[in-house]
């Protein structure tokens, strides 16, 4: 299913992984001590500007800042959209 939104400029359109629920030595996490995700897998890429080529491509597993982003919900599911400069990393 084709998204229904495309990014403008250098923006870009990331699904956010879900929090963990577990640590690594088996305890649950309760709702009200989960992060925000700091990964994503991006969705979609807008087109770049004149004199920035973007550098991130769909599919990629992306790292981002805690609080970058606007949250927003599309067909059910929560994504944010960001600018290319509010990702850290590809991973």
Request: aromatic share 6%.
């Amino acid at each position: 299913m084709a998204l229904k939104i495309q990014p403008l400029s250098d923006r870009v359109l990331v699904e956010p992984q879900a929090a963990e629920t577990k640590t690594a030595s088996g305890l649950y996490i309760p709702d009200s001590a989960k992060e925000k995700p700091q990964q994503g897998k991006v969705a979609a890429i807008g087109k770049g500007k004149e004199d920035h080529k973007m550098t991130v491509k769909v599919g990629d597993t992306v790292l981002y800042g805690k609080y970058a982003g606007t949250e927003l919900k599309l067909d059910g599911k929560d994504y944010l959209i960001m600018r290319e400069d509010d990702i850290f990393a590809i991973v």
